[in-house]
């Protein structure tokens, strides 16, 4: 059974600081996705990571993915109140098709 | 408009009511999913389907069923509710398999928030 591991669940940081979410993974997969969801409100893709060593960079947020280590990471760069959200990573494989969700990392950046 | 539309997008309703929940999509995509969304818990999926005559269980399909009407149509009933489904439900659709740009993305409706009384 595939199992994708979050954390933190949840980060509280200041405006301007760095931090990275990791999310590891229990079986051989090469596809990871990156989503954002704001309360209330659907799933926005952010990152489709194909291989490993793909890196995607977009604004702030910056998403790679070790294959080996069935590990990627969402890196965030000089926080800014605007990426608060939560943020699931979410990997494909596992048996049923479909993509498996972690539980999602709530994030909030304080001014 | 949005390529994922669900209906309704707020639902409440007494225990042992049947109820359905409705997808329908303008993507041209023919994998469709329902996922189940609790606090805390993340996505879990609960039926999918590859096409009209192609309907799979996923992780937490008990107490649920599906129905694919056409590749653009997909609804999930749930024959006697019970409070335990108080949830917000996801429809989504995937565009693996799409020739030159399918990267196995889901792409999410808005929602269905249902309230089990």
């Known amino acids: 059974e595939l199992k994708v591991e979050q954390n933190p669940l949840f980060l509280s940081m200041q405006e301007g600081k760095n931090y990275t979410i990791y999310c590891n993974y229990s079986?051989?997969?090469?596809?990871l996705y990156w989503y954002r969801q704001d309360p209330g409100k659907s799933l926005e893709s952010l990152f489709v990571?194909?291989?490993?060593?793909a890196v995607k960079q977009e604004g702030r947020l910056m998403a790679s993915l070790d294959t080996k280590a069935r590990l990627s990471t969402l890196h965030i760069t000089a926080a800014v109140h605007d990426l608060s959200a939560t943020y699931f990573c979410a990997v494909e494989g596992g048996g049923a098709d479909g993509l498996t969700f972690g539980k999602g990392t709530h994030l909030i950046i304080q001014p | 408009d949005a390529d994922v539309t669900q209906t309704p997008r707020n639902r409440i309703t007494k225990t042992g009511k049947r109820i359905m929940l409705e997808c329908s999509q303008t993507k041209g995509h023919d994998r469709m999913y329902w996922y189940r969304q609790d606090p805390g818990l993340g996505l879990r999926l609960i039926y999918y389907s590859f096409d009209v005559k192609d309907i799979n269980k996923g992780e937490i399909s008990d107490g649920y069923s599906v129905s694919r009407q056409a590749q653009a149509k997909f609804s999930l009933s749930l024959e006697s509710a019970i409070p335990n489904q108080t949830a917000l439900y996801f429809c989504a659709t995937s565009d693996f398999g799409v020739p030159g740009s399918g990267t196995g993305e889901l792409f999410f409706g808005e929602g269905s928030r249902l309230t089990v009384l």
């Open positions: 079986t051989t997969s090469d596809r």
């Open positions: 990571l194909l291989s490993n060593g």
